[in-house]
């Protein structure tokens, strides 16, 4: 019996992890596109190049921390 309960908080710790990928993925996603659009208002003449060059950084940055998480789950 005392074998189980091992199992089934590590189970309960992998989805933990999985509920906090989506939320890690829009917090920085959101952070990142709104100091593009801060750094457009400051420094930009009228375009959204801050904006468009940080939020792609972000779902990239993003997608590298969903892989490495996944991947150290798989250990």
């Given amino acids: 019996m005392a074998d ?8 309960n710790n992998k989805w933990l992890v999985f509920v906090n990928i989506p939320i890690q993925m829009g917090v920085i996603i959101f952070l990142f596109s709104y100091l593009g659009m801060w750094l ?4 930009s003449n009228g375009g959204s190049l801050w904006t468009i060059i940080l939020s ?3 779902v990239f940055l993003a997608l590298y921390n ?3 998480q996944v991947k ?4």
């Fill in 72 to 75: 150290n789950l798989n250990k």
């Fill in 4 to 11: 189980k309960e091992p199992n089934e908080n590590q189970r």
């Fill in 66 to 68: 969903v892989i490495r």
């Fill in 56 to 58: 792609l950084f972000s």
């Fill in 40 to 43: 457009d208002e400051k420094y």
